[in-house]
T-cell receptor, first 115, second 113 residues
Framework: DGGITQSPKYLFRKEGQNVTLSCEQN?????MYWYRQDPGQGLRLIYY???????QKGDIAEGYSVSREKKESFPLTVTSAQKNPTAFYLC??????????????FGNGTRLTVT | AQSVSQHNHHVILSEAASLELGCNYS??????LFWYVQYPGQHLQLLLK??????LVKGIKGFEAEFIKSKFSFNLRKPSVQWSDTAEYFC???????????FGRGTSLIVHP
């Protein structure tokens, strides 16, 4: 079955440590996205990528970094500069990245807790 | 910039009650509209979408939504909810030539059996 795999499901880190969240898709989609979901705030866009080796900042990119070395992979690093990193992180992908009616396909998410 | 408002943050219903969740957006041009659902412990998935044609669109599990351009709205409806509809519902809008959707804050629906 095609889909998006995020790992791990739960992640615990100490403050001051960088942490990388994995996102892999086998849908052959061009575009990939990272969202942060906080209670009552919906989904906020962190970074997105249209093609390999290219990515753009979203609305809340500060304290995060990404890479897109392969079409199927879009890892997100939460750095120590992110002031409030504890959250639920969602990875998504879509086909035909310039098609305005193509929906997003989401992974199951990673819940990150930083103490 | 586009903004999306979901006015009902928490909705509690009994089974068989009718449901309507509001979604309003700010940009007045051409829009593509989506409703996504997140069941407990599951990933976000598409419920339905509108991009052209009949403004009344039907989705999975008996849901439908009506695009009213003059009201900048895309409300989600279901005539009779079930316990299994308990989930979080998100409205999303693509507009202004951008393929990046803007999401609303979500509505948490709890259906009591």
């Amino acid at each position: 079955d095609g889909g998006i795999t995020q790992s791990p499901k739960y992640l615990f880190r100490k403050e001051g440590q960088n942490v990388t969240l994995s996102c892999e898709q086998n849908l052959n989609h061009d575009a990939m996205y990272w969202y942060r979901q906080d209670p009552g705030q919906g989904l906020r866009l962190i970074y997105y990528s249209q093609i390999v080796n290219d990515f753009q900042k979203g609305d809340i990119a500060e304290g995060y970094s990404v890479s897109r070395e392969k079409k199927e992979s879009f890892p997100l690093t939460v750095t120590s500069a992110q002031k409030n990193p504890t959250a639920f992180y969602l990875c998504a992908s879509s086909e035909l990245h310039q098609s305005y009616n193509s929906p997003l396909h989401f992974g199951n998410g990673t819940r990150l807790t930083v103490t | 910039a586009q903004s999306v408002s979901q006015h009902n943050h928490h909705v509690i219903l009994s089974e068989a009650a009718s449901l309507e969740l509001g979604c309003n957006y700010s940009y007045g041009g051409t829009v593509n509209l989506f409703w996504y659902v997140q069941y407990p412990g599951q990933h976000l998935q598409l419920l339905l979408k509108y991009f052209s044609g009949d403004p009344l669109v039907k989705g999975i599990k008996g849901f439908e939504a009506e695009f009213i351009k003059s009201k900048f709205s895309f409300n989600l409806r279901k005539p009779s909810v079930q316990w299994s509809d308990t989930a979080e519902y998100f409205c999303a809008v693509k507009s202004g030539g951008s393929y990046i959707p803007t999401f609303g804050r979500g509505t948490s629906l709890i259906v009591h059996p």
